[in-house]
């Protein structure tokens, strides 16, 4: 692999997408969040959900701002990095791309408005209907994006015919059949990871001795609903592995290892492939598994990567990638499971120590599955930008400075990166919840200050 | 009106729409350093910060429609200023990237932080600097197409009397525009030691600008003759504008009317704005991209179009709010 303009472009389209996905995930979860919280403060009137609301809330702004700034940049890095791609792509999906700045200036409007707004209405409900709008803006956005990312894949609605573009269809190409599983999955997964990762930082505070109700209430929300999202976010992604088989089945075959196309096909976990013999050494075969995943019954036909040139295979390390993804989709359905069966038959053991540790792993590990999941469709639609009428090499920027723009932006992510961290840690040690019970006179205030 | 008209008149009209609030906003978080460098920062602080916490977030989206855009109507743009721009565009970012974090970072963590107040201070200034870069670009002289190629001619660029005019003009003019609307808010918050020090720099900041203006004419005329002679042909945009400046100094000078005397600032940089834009049509970017040539097939320019219309019957409602809650509610701007 060469290190030319063509490498340097994927490199920072990656870097860039990656460090606002982490951003754009707790953009699009945390209101869902907070939102529940406010309500569950108002129909309970207990306070402490309301304290908590505004405590996520707090910390939603600073991780907002990131996810505006590099939202712009990519916003931005996609003209400058794919013209050729974007000026193809714009004639067709530009309607989506264009109504994901609504969604923004709607959400960005009242979030303004909700943040300010804690004590100025006589009925709290007023200020809890304000999250609402957020809560739209921000899974629209997602919803719009993920459209056109959908297009990438399955690309429709238009016809190419040396290299004039005829027949558009913006609906069409919109909903295209990527769309309904993609940002299914998209939007079930950023809720997921919001709640456990907000689960992870309340069990990390009760692992820290403190233990007062306002801690309880919050691991109990946030853990019941990552149970929620996870049983979704698995339903959806098997899904989407059925889409996968029926629309694009070399991204499968790729992720599965899968090369002759066969029936009652095994699922592959792990192993190491022969990059030669493609064969699979030191994996753990799970019998008709794939052709269930790819259609629902053992005799489903799975297409092999065979059937395709070799030249136009996608990376096979993308295997991993699924498979990581996938475990940890496990994983937490698992905690979270078990947490909610601990506290239904054993309350005792609802504070169990090892029970908080798993939690705490699981808030980086549902992150990390965000960012394996991308990866993985994104390296796996490769050699393709826009799949079966655009190579990605066609599509790349002929300036020769990229290599210095990549230097330059990893930089300033570092820089924010860390900033944004060090400013959340001193934000939340500075003013501990108890400290701001207190001042607030609710109930639990001045327990346990840590 | 053709489609092309429709969109490029959409996107002027939202590009004015940032170039006023980001002034306000980049002005501001200027003001606000300098304030409190030269230890005058106390009293002009808190009628900033009340202004902008609310509202930094939507600047930044005006500026995100404007780009998506104008890669949605005209998508050719995407290939030539994609391509030439990728070092300018890419600093313009950086900069917007740390102006936009450091006044989170400063404003919702846990302690004001001079070197965070610093970064967004002056990177404020820096911002519009380099995107008027963009506009000059859009000029032509400084793109060359060389076969497959499209160059950027960055010593040119730097060299050039026009493009220098520009940076001078939209830096001046952040400063009073600010300074204005400013003025304007503080004598509302009836906050009177403030208003004393603002409308001091409004007044100050508004004889630079007219003279900038007349700087990029006279360096306008010297580098893209067929625009000066468009904007000769639209002369009486100019005398407009130039007629709002002179009330909005008189306001400024016996100290009344603020109201009107802001809203005068906001038709004198229109007038000037849409004056420049009309008379720089057909071209997007001379001499290589027209309107005409580049707009969107028909289809995908009347699905924006309705997009654009569903999108205002959402946003206009929630603006006003917006504006209801945080710009005309006496007892918030008080402080109460
Ligand atoms: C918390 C994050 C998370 C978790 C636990 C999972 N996924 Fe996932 N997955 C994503 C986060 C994600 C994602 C980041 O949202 C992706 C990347 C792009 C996309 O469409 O969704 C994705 C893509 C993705 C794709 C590719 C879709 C495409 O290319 O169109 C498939 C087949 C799956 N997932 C399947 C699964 C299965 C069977 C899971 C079992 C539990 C699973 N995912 C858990
Ligand atoms: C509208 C949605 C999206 C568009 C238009 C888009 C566009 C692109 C483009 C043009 C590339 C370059 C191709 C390449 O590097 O091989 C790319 C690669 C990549 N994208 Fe996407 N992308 C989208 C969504 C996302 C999202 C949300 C992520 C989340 C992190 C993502 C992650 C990546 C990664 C990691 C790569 C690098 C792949 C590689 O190195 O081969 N993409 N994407
Ligand atoms: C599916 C993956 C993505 C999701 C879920 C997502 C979601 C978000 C969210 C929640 C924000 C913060 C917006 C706000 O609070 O105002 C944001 C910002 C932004 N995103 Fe992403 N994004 C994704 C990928 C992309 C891609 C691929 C692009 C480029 C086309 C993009 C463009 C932007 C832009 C331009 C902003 C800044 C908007 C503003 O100023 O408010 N996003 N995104």
Known sequence: ?450 | MSYELIGITVLWLFLYGYVIVASIDFGAGFFSYYGKVTGKGEVINQVINRYLSPVWEVTNVFLIFFLVGIVGFFPDTAYYFGTALLVPGSIALILLAIRGSFYAFHHYGSKPNTFYEFLYGTTGLLIPASLATILTISEGGFIEKKGNEVVLLMDTLLKSPYSWSVVLLALVSVLFISASFLTYYAHKAEDYEAERVLHKWALGWSLPTIFASFLVFVAMSDHNMQHFTSMLDNSWMFVVSMGFFTLAVYLLMVRKYYGWMFLSVLLQFGFAFFGYGKSHLPYILYPYITVQGSVNNPVMAQALIWAFIGGLSLLVPSLLLLMKLFLFDAKYVKGR
């Open chain 1, 1 to 450: 692999m060469e290190f030319d303009t063509f490498m340097q472009s994927r490199i920072l389209t990656g870097l860039t997408l990656g460090f606002h996905i982490i951003f754009a995930t707790i953009g699009v979860g945390v209101p869902v969040m907070i939102m529940i919280a406010e309500w569950m403060g108002i129909r309970k009137n207990d306070p402490h959900y309301r304290l908590l609301a505004r405590r996520w809330a707090r910390g939603f702004t600073v991780t907002v701002a990131v996810g505006v700034v590099t939202g712009t940049a990519i916003g931005m890095q996609l003209s400058l990095l794919w013209p050729s791609f974007m000026q193809l792509a714009g004639q067709v999906i530009a309607l989506p791309l264009f109504m994901e700045t609504f969604a923004f200036f709607f959400e960005a409007i009242f979030l303004g408005i909700y943040l300010y707004t804690w004590d100025r209405f006589k009925k709290p409900i007023y200020h809890c209907l304000l999250v609402i709008p957020v809560v739209i803006g921000s899974s629209a956005s997602a919803f719009f994006i993920t459209t056109v990312n959908a297009f990438m894949n399955t690309p429709q609605g238009f016809k190419l015919e040396n290299g004039v573009i005829t027949g558009i269809e913006p609906l069409k190409a919109m909903f295209n059949p990527a769309t309904p599983t993609k940002v299914a999955h998209v939007l079930s997964s950023a809720y997921l990871t919001s709640a456990f990762v907000l689960a992870a930082i309340t069990a990390w505070f009760i692992l820290r001795g403190s233990r007062s109700d306002y801690y309880q209430k919050a691991l109990r929300l946030t853990m019941t609903w990552s149970l929620v999202f996870a049983i979704a976010t698995a339903v959806i992604g098997d899904l989407s592995g059925k889409f996968l088989a029926e629309y694009q089945p070399e991204k499968l075959a790729a992720a599965e290892w899968h090369f002759e196309t066969e029936k009652q096909a095994d699922l592959i976990l792990g192993g190491v492939l022969d990059k030669e013999t493609l064969e699979v050494k030191g994996e753990l075969r799970i019998p008709m598994a794939l052709s269930i995943l790819a259609g629902s019954h053992p005799d489903t036909e799975v297409t092999g990567l065979n059937e395709f040139p070799r030249d136009l295979w996608p990376p096979l390390y993308v295997h991993y990638l699924f498979d990581l993804m996938v475990g940890i989709g496990m994983y937490l359905a698992a905690v979270a499971g078990l947490f909610v069966l601990v506290r239904i038959w054993k309350k005792k053991h609802e504070w169990n120590p090892w029970l908080l540790r798993l939690i705490v792993l699981g808030g980086p590990l549902s992150m990390l599955a965000i960012e394996l999941g991308w990866i993985f469709t994104e390296v796996g639609r490769q050699p393709w930008i826009l799949r079966g009428f655009m190579r990605t090499d066609e599509g790349v920027t002929t300036s020769a400075n990229v290599g210095q723009m990549l230097v330059l932006f990893s930089g300033l992510y570092a820089v924010l990166g860390i900033v944004c961290t060090v400013v959340l840690i001193r934000m939340f040690r500075k003013n501990p919840p108890e400290k701001e019970m207190g001042k607030r006179g609710i109930e639990g205030g001045g327990q346990h200050v840590v």
